[in-house]
């Protein structure tokens, strides 16, 4: 009973205080908004940079007239390592082939060259889980003294950009989303806050009758909570319709498009972490008003 009336109170506070709650399920909406889409652009960003390792490849260039033997051994010391998942030896002969086949119709330019200039070289793929700057370096350091080997190339540069850039969107985006988290909860807890003082004198009409204070409570956290609620299912409603109105029609024009990923997992808990910030921000607003 003390359960339905609660919703009733709750229900009819919603329609009586509409243009106020109207403002915070808004602004819910927009912050919840704002918020799905930082977190699918780090989403995006994420596995952009995680396909990129996947041609990801460290080159070792060898020395002039190195033999057969030393090859083989280079070859299965690369292969004894760990974070090695295939190792292809290139001869300099088959490097130029390849040269040409990239040039196509350019490839008299090479005309002049004489003498093949390539070295031999092998190419190490790594396990896509131990491509990090750190282990890339420590493996080429330990090739490095492998006999018969002239230079090693990885691109540590750009390596370095890539594990950088995803580490830095992941803590930005961490470190946005609770901010705007804050904001929320305090737009829910300055709502209830304020419908609480406004219905001051109801409020002291239900003590003097003996309300308990859960009962008087109830009212309060149920408005929390159908605020968030909706206000996440306007933010879900405003994803949806970017996503499909905007980058599904422009990926038409531009395929490039097509690679960007829309997180339906993460994109339906908006309702849920609505309702989550609304009950939160009304606990918080009521357990700190004496009564």
């Not at 109207?22 to 602004?27: A, D, M, N, V």
């Not at 995006?44 to 083989?72: E, G």
């Not at 219905?199 to 956290?221: D, M, Q, S, V, W």
């Not at 989550?276 to 009564?291: D, F, H, P, T, W």
């Amino acid at each position: 009973m003390s359960l339905s009336y609660s919703f009733k109170l709750a229900t009819r506070s919603l329609l009586h205080e509409k243009w106020i709650n109207l403002l915070s399920i808004l602004t819910i909406a927009a912050g919840l908004l704002i918020t799905a889409l930082t977190i699918f652009s780090v989403y995006n960003i994420d596995i952009a940079t995680q396909k990129l390792p996947d041609k990801f490849s460290v080159m070792l260039y060898l020395k002039d007239n190195i033999s057969r033997q030393d090859v083989d051994h280079i070859i299965d010391t690369a292969r004894r390592d760990s974070v090695v998942e295939k190792v292809k030896y290139i001869p300099k002969d088959e490097a130029m082939k390849e040269l040409k086949t990239v040039l196509k119709n350019t490839e008299y330019v090479l005309d002049g060259l004489g003498e093949n200039p390539l070295p031999d070289t092998i190419e190490i793929k790594l396990k896509s889980e131990t491509i990090t700057p750190d282990i890339v370096k420590r493996f080429s350091a330990r090739l490095k003294e492998t006999k018969g080997i002239n230079e090693i190339e990885y691109g540590e540069k750009f390596l370095s950009s890539i594990y950088s850039l995803r580490v830095g969107v992941k803590a930005i985006g961490i470190i946005f989303i609770i901010i705007m988290s804050a904001g929320m909860l305090f737009v829910c807890y300055s709502t209830v806050k304020i419908l609480f003082y406004r219905k001051h004198e109801e409020i002291e009409t239900y003590k003097l009758l003996g309300a308990t204070k859960t009962f008087i409570r109830g009212p309060f956290i149920i408005e929390g909570a159908v605020i968030g609620f909706f206000g996440g299912m306007l933010s879900l409603a405003g994803m949806l319709s970017l996503y499909y109105l905007f980058i599904l029609r422009i990926s038409a024009t531009f395929p490039l498009f097509k690679t960007i990923h829309f997180p339906v997992e993460i994109a339906f808990t908006l309702p849920l972490a609505g309702l989550l910030l609304g009950i939160s921000g009304a606990v918080i607003a009521i357990g700190r008003i004496r009564y």
